[in-house]
């Protein structure tokens, strides 16, 4: 039988951050990200990208969020309802984020109905990164707080690097590129913020286990909303590599 070894504070966190370098682990690795930095991913792919990628967006809701701060103290619970307010609760238009997204895929050519399409019929591995925030939001503090924690903390670089690349090979505009500058900006702060909620949090070292579970079962849920999407790019348009 397995027993769950007690690390400290740093010992856990650093161990956390050992998982998010593996390579299998990290956004900017996965290989959609990998080809539009690399100018290897037609142009004529990025509106499909920017629809099919749209479902996530348009499906974010609360529960997805905050769930996980009926485990937390009062206290504790405002940073939670700030990121919140960041993401999706700000008034549309406003810099919401999925406002922001559909800023973007409007600038690469879709249409209201073609995003309205897609929501409706996402593919199941955009759905099921949310389904995955979800689940681990509603199960205990250290799984939500954990799952966040490690989703947030990659996507500075990996938005930030496709924001970069999408501008420089793909001729957009910084306006349309607003939603992968505004995480480079915001999540920084959002992961410091809860990197402290964290470790106050994941005190023994069943709580430990489940919220390295749930880190890791988040980030591989990212780069596989990412395959799913260049899965089905695949099948529209050559693609080399």
Same mark, same amino acid.
């Given at each position: 039988?397995a ?5 400290? *504070?740093?010992?856990?966190?650093? @161990?956390?951050?050992?998982?998010? *370098?593996?390579?299998? +682990? ?7 990200? %990998?080809?539009?930095? =690399? ?11 920017a ?6 967006? $348009? =499906?974010? +809701?609360?529960?997805?969020? @905050? ?9 504790? $619970?405002? +940073? !939670? ?13 406003q810099?919401?984020?999925?406002? @922001? &997204? ?6 690469? /050519? ?12 996402? @593919? ?18 250290e799984e ?9 903390? %990659?996507?500075?670089? $990996?938005? /930030?690097? !496709?924001?970069?690349? !999408? ?26 913020? *809860? ?12 709580? %430990? ?6 880190? +890791?079962?988040?980030? &591989? *849920? &990212?780069i ?18």
């Open positions: 039988m027993v769950a070894v007690r690390r400290s *504070s740093r010992e856990f966190l650093d @161990l956390l951050h050992h998982d998010m *370098s593996l390579p299998h +682990n990290r956004y900017l690795k996965a290989p959609l990200v %990998q080809l539009i930095c =690399n100018h290897r991913l037609p142009a004529a792919t990025i509106k499909d990208f629809i099919l990628r749209w479902a996530f967006q $348009a =499906n974010a +809701n609360l529960a997805m969020m @905050l769930a996980h701060a009926s485990y937390l103290s009062g206290d504790d $619970a405002f +940073n !939670l309802l700030e990121n919140a307010f960041d993401e999706i609760m700000r008034p549309k238009g810099g919401d984020h999925p406002s @922001l &997204w559909v800023t973007f895929a409007r600038a690469c /050519g879709a249409t209201d109905e073609e995003l309205a399409a897609a929501a409706a019929d996402p @593919l199941p591995e955009v759905v099921g990164f949310g389904a995955t925030l979800r689940e681990f939001s509603t199960r205990s503090a939500g707080l954990a799952a966040w924690y490690a989703d947030e903390e %990659q996507l500075p670089e $990996a938005l /930030g690097s !496709l924001g970069f690349a !999408l501008r420089k090979y793909y001729g957009m505009s910084d306006e349309a590129l607003e939603y992968f500058f505004e995480h480079v900006r915001a999540d920084v702060d959002h992961s410091d913020a *809860s990197e402290g909620l964290l470790l106050r949090y994941c005190d023994t070292p069943e709580r %430990q286990y489940r919220a390295r579970r749930a880190a +890791n079962v988040t980030l &591989w *849920s &990212w596989e909303m990412h395959n799913g999407i260049l899965r089905e790019l695949r099948k529209r348009y050559p693609i080399d590599a």
